[in-house]
């Protein structure tokens, strides 16, 4: 059975919903570009201070504390840091995220609207050389798309979108959960560059957050241990080597 990576997807501003790559530039022992680039704090969760290293998602605004943030689509030009929000399919605000002003834009939106939702006032952060991942090392995440209509069909009886669990690199032609088989250190290869398996990846009730209501309407992290026990979906690799993948791209596991 061929396994085809089915699409690559990035989150330029960590917790807002992600954006399709028609391809991705993969440099060794690094995240995808501009992966999880810029966050979203308040002073009350990171202080008077700011943000001036890698710090754990709880510092940040995500789904799990600020749900309202599902209801709004982005867009992310990379050759000029421009990130443009979008609501019901519309455009209603366009920033740079790598100029003040531009940031001051976005950021006066998500005041606005995340007002009766967040205590103080949202400021977009970024640290040169730095990707706020959920693990502090340069991790890439790789889900099986079976393994997710297997938990939707036949554990949660519901069609589950995989953007709940917000993966870079979305394969598909697998059995389902066979990735969670994959040994620490197992080497997959997509078009000519190798991946090493690190570990699977524990998830937690930010992916209960429905991505297109804004509204926690599944328990994934108690259904997971109900029908399958244990916490995982998808695997975090590290790329070894430098090269290009496109959606199509056959997937080798080693």
């Not at 690094?30 to 992966?35: E, K, P, S």
């Not at 290869?189 to 926690?216: E, M, Q």
Request: with cysteine.
């Amino acid at each position: 059975m061929t396994v085809e990576l089915k699409a690559i997807k990035r989150y330029p501003v960590k917790g807002m919903r992600g954006v399709d790559m028609p391809q991705a530039k993969i440099s060794a022992h690094h995240m995808l570009t501009d992966d999880r680039r810029f966050v979203v704090a308040t002073q009350s969760s990171v202080g008077q201070e700011g943000v001036h290293a890698w710090a754990r998602k709880s510092n940040f605004l995500q789904l799990v504390n600020t749900p309202k943030m599902a209801e709004i689509g982005t867009e992310y030009d990379d050759a000029t840091c421009t990130l443009t929000i979008l609501r019901n399919g519309r455009a209603i605000c366009k920033g740079r995220l790598d100029d003040p002003m531009g940031r001051t834009v976005v950021e006066d939106f998500l005041k606005a609207f995340l007002k009766n939702d967040i205590a103080g006032t949202p400021k977009i952060y970024s640290v040169p050389d730095t990707q706020f991942g959920d693990m502090k090392e340069p991790y890439i995440s790789v889900l099986n798309l079976a393994s997710i209509r297997d938990f939707g069909t036949r554990i949660v009886q519901s069609e589950i979108d995989p953007m709940r669990f917000r993966g870079n690199l979305l394969i598909d032609g697998l059995e389902p959960w066979k990735e969670l088989e994959w040994d620490e250190g197992q080497i997959i290869t997509i078009n000519g560059i190798s991946l090493r398996v690190i570990h699977p990846i524990t998830r937690c009730k930010a992916t209960s957050v429905n991505p297109d209501t804004a509204v926690a309407d599944i328990n994934v992290p108690l259904m997971l241990r109900k029908g399958v026990n244990h916490l995982y979906m998808g695997v975090y690799v590290e790329a070894l080597d430098d090269g290009n993948i496109t959606p199509g791209d056959v997937v080798s596991i080693g």
